[in-house]
């Protein structure tokens, strides 16, 4: 006797059968297509990302910022002496780095400002003519 795949029968109940030799199983019929998927409802979600959770992100942001703001100026505490431009003053070293790194930030957000002003002047000139 050789071992067949029973035929399909709708009235069998599915079980954890294994097919003899890869055959479809008796719980699926091997004509039958998947279930269509229902269509997705047209509401918004109420937990959507909005301007809110946004600004909520960003003040969790600056308060973590902050406080490891606030351990590295406890950390550093040291004075050390400055000379800068004729300058000479002695300054705790964590002021110091945080002046130099202020200073770097409006260098560079002076940079960009300019450049995305260069580029929206371009864009209207491209408009226009």
Do not use: C
């Amino acid at each position: 006797m050789t071992d067949t795949p029973a035929p399909y029968d709708p009235t069998r109940p599915a079980g954890p059968s294994t097919p003899p030799s890869g055959g479809p199983t008796p719980d699926r019929a091997p004509d039958r297509a998947p279930e269509p998927t229902p269509p997705a409802r047209e509401h918004q979600d109420p937990l959507r990302g909005s301007r809110t959770s946004g600004a909520w992100a960003g003040v969790i942001a600056a308060a973590v910022l902050l406080i490891l703001l606030v351990i590295f100026i406890a950390q550093n505490t040291e004075s050390t002496d400055i000379q800068f431009l004729g300058f000479d003053g002695s300054l705790p070293l964590a002021v110091a780095l945080l002046v130099a790194t202020v200073v770097g930030m409006v260098v560079a957000g002076a940079v960009g400002s300019l450049r995305i002003l260069q580029l929206r002047r371009r864009i209207k000139r491209e408009r226009k003519g």
